[in-house]
């Protein structure tokens, strides 16, 4: 088992670019999350999906769009990346929901110059 | 609000000695309280997790305590070895108000050293 994949580990994007960030588990897991980690800020919510076909916002959702594409994969898009959106992103998931353990991806590391 | 607070921010213990790593939560309806391990560069890593129908929970050199009344819960790590370093978190689970699902809620991780 891979466990939780990302892809890229690394981007550089420039102001008003866009981009998607993948992620996939092969857990079979219903739940999905999307973190975003800066330093001193532990890990925010981005945006979650409870399973297959729902997704909601958590802590920080404003500048990001989510699509849950199947129970494997749940993708982040950034449609005009700001400044403040450099962060490392991490990708979860968990077997039935917030109250069991969350595994979590490589992380993406991104930079917006 | 939905918070949870994490003390201390760094933590330095010499090698053998026990670390303990407090935090409170703001939302009595939490149930659950993990605490995660992230090694440098690296993911997080559940270490520990407790429910709110517990006092306390053992793994080997790795325990945590709740306190249901006063909100909080702490993270007991006894003869700490350097491989222990890394940052760790807390985190409780927030009913959200929409389908009864729910989400975790980070502390801002503490940093601890241990000192061969």
């Known amino acids: 088992n891979a466990g939780v994949t990302q892809t890229p580990k690394f981007q550089v994007l420039k102001t008003g670019q866009s981009m998607t960030l993948q992620c996939a588990q092969d857990?079979?897991?219903?739940?999905m999350y999307w973190y975003r980690q800066d330093p001193g800020m532990g890990l925010r919510l981005i945006y979650y999906?409870?399973?297959?076909?729902?997704?909601d916002k958590g802590e920080v959702p404003n500048g990001y769009n989510v699509s849950r594409l199947n129970k494997r994969e749940f993708s982040l898009r950034l449609e005009s990346a700001a400044p403040s959106q450099t962060s490392v992103y991490f990708c979860?998931?968990?077997?039935?929901?917030?109250?069991?353990?969350?595994?979590f991806g490589p992380g993406t590391r991104l930079t917006v110059t | 609000g939905e918070n949870v607070e994490q003390h201390p921010s760094t933590l330095s213990v010499q090698e053998g000695d026990s670390a303990v790593i407090k935090c409170t939560y703001s939302?009595?309806?939490?149930?659950?309280f993990p605490w995660y391990k992230q090694e440098l560069g690296k993911r997080p890593q559940l270490i520990i997790d407790?429910?709110?129908?517990?006092g306390e929970k053992k793994d080997q050199r790795i325990a945590v305590t709740l306190n249901k009344t006063a909100k909080h819960f702490s993270l007991h790590i006894t003869e700490t070895q350097p491989e222990d370093s890394a940052v760790y978190f807390c985190?409780?689970?927030?009913?959200?108000?929409?389908?009864?699902?729910?989400?975790?809620?980070f502390g801002k991780g503490t940093k601890l050293t241990v000192n061969p």
């Open positions: 999906s409870a399973s297959e076909g729902t997704t």
């Open positions: 985190a409780a689970s927030i009913p959200l108000t929409q389908g009864g699902s729910e989400k975790l809620v």
């Open positions: 979860a998931s968990s077997a039935r929901g917030t109250s069991y353990e969350q595994y």
């Open positions: 939302d009595s309806a939490s149930n659950y």
């Open positions: 407790i429910r709110s129908n517990v």
């Open positions: 857990m079979n897991h219903n739940s």
